[in-house]
């Protein structure tokens, strides 16, 4: 979008990347097993810290946030240091943040997960919508 071109991190990273810009939904990759707790969903609060990756520290004040039991740690803006994906890891968490509507979120979830089984070699794949 930034006009700066494509870079590779790794396999996961880029087929998160490729379904966002393929469907225009904004999408978050984490780690899970990074992740502490149940995941929630709420507001950035002012001043709440927050790394993101390749960003730094980014206000997230008013922005949607999700958290679990250490910290916020995805927003649609630029997803965490703390549960980035790695080469090391071995759960993955995607969150197809549908602001487009019920339709669109389906189809860019169903995008995933072929793209993840035939390129990211995921396997027992489990998708589900939270409305």
Avoid: C
Wanted: net charge negative.
């Amino acid at each position: 979008m930034r006009g700066l071109g494509l870079y590779h991190i790794n396999n996961i990273v880029d087929l998160v990347n490729l379904i966002s810009l393929e469907t225009g939904i904004s999408i978050g990759g984490y780690d899970a097993h990074k992740i502490e707790g149940n995941v929630r969903m709420g507001i950035g609060k002012s001043n709440e810290p927050y790394q993101a990756i390749g960003r730094g520290e980014l206000n997230v004040e008013f922005l949607p946030l999700f958290r679990d039991d250490i910290s916020a740690f995805g927003s649609p803006t630029s997803d965490s240091e703390r549960t980035s994906v790695t080469n090391a890891t071995t759960r993955f968490l995607m969150v197809i943040i549908g602001f487009s509507g019920l339709q669109e979120t389906e189809e860019a979830m169903k995008l995933a997960v072929d793209l993840l089984a035939r390129y990211g070699k995921a396997g027992n794949i489990e998708h589900w919508i939270v409305r």
